[in-house]
């Protein structure tokens, strides 16, 4: 256990319909950061926050995604009108911002759209 | 643009030591680092190491870095059953300041009793 939590841990939903993930980082942690990771791939980056600001997206985040971290503590992120290929698991990591970039990341919600 | 590859599987038996490659291209990276991933899990962070190194022991782990051919390896000693899982190299792709980590597509490493 890493200290980083993800809910729902899986979600099932049907095509079209909105879902949204939180992630809660390690509490002294001032970066949060998305990842999506597809069956035999590796993560891949969605974006990143550095506290409150959202500093990175990805041009995987296409305009149905959203994410936010209002108070620069967890965050979420939302799938609008999902599709078949929004499939995947959603990974959260968190770390501080030092020279090293070291992540931490939380077991993820495994996503599966109808 | 940026990208580190794997090989896909790895089969040793238990008790030998495995090791897992891995090539990256971007060279500003400044951190490297290598990930363990269970099934249905998320990600473990076992080791990374900075490019002004060459090498890095952790325990049973070692870290060997070729800054010149961009090629790193992971060596598990004495490998143990618990030790299947896929692992994955990644790289900072924006040399550690900021940002993202680039993930290579893992290495599956089998254990036989």
């Known amino acids: 256990d890493t200290g980083v939590s993800q809910n729902p841990r899986h979600k099932i939903t049907k095509r079209g319909q909105n879902v949204t993930f939180r992630c809660d980082p390690i509490?002294?942690?001032?970066?949060l950061y998305w990842y999506r990771q597809t069956l035999g791939q590796g993560p891949e980056f969605l974006t990143y926050?550095?506290?409150?600001?959202?500093?990175?997206k990805s041009r995987l985040l296409s305009d149905r995604f959203s994410a936010e971290r209002p108070k620069g503590s967890f965050s979420t992120l939302e799938i609008q009108r999902t599709e078949q290929g929004d499939s995947a698991m959603y990974l959260c990591?968190?770390?501080?911002?030092?020279?090293?970039?070291?992540?931490?990341f939380g077991p993820g919600t495994r996503l599966l759209v109808l | 643009g940026e990208d580190v590859e794997q090989s896909l599987f790895l089969s040793v038996r238990e008790g030998d030591s495995s090791v897992i490659n891995c090539t990256y291209t971007?060279?500003?990276?400044?951190?490297l680092y290598w990930y363990k991933q269970e099934p249905g899990a998320g990600l473990q962070l076992l080791t990374y190491i900075f490019s002004n190194m060459d090498m890095k022991q952790d325990q049973r782990l070692t870290v060997l870095l070729n800054k010149k051919d961009k090629h790193l390896s992971l060596r598990i000693a004495d490998t143990q059953t618990g030790d299947s899982a896929i692992y994955f190299c990644a790289e900072s792709q924006y040399g550690g300041s900021q940002g993202n980590l680039i993930f290579g597509k893992g290495t599956k490493l089998s254990v036989k009793p």
């Open positions: 971007d060279s500003s990276s400044t951190y």
């Open positions: 509490s002294e942690h001032n970066r």
């Open positions: 926050f550095q506290n409150e600001a959202q500093l990175e």
């Open positions: 990591a968190s770390g501080l911002r030092t020279a090293q970039e070291t992540q931490y």
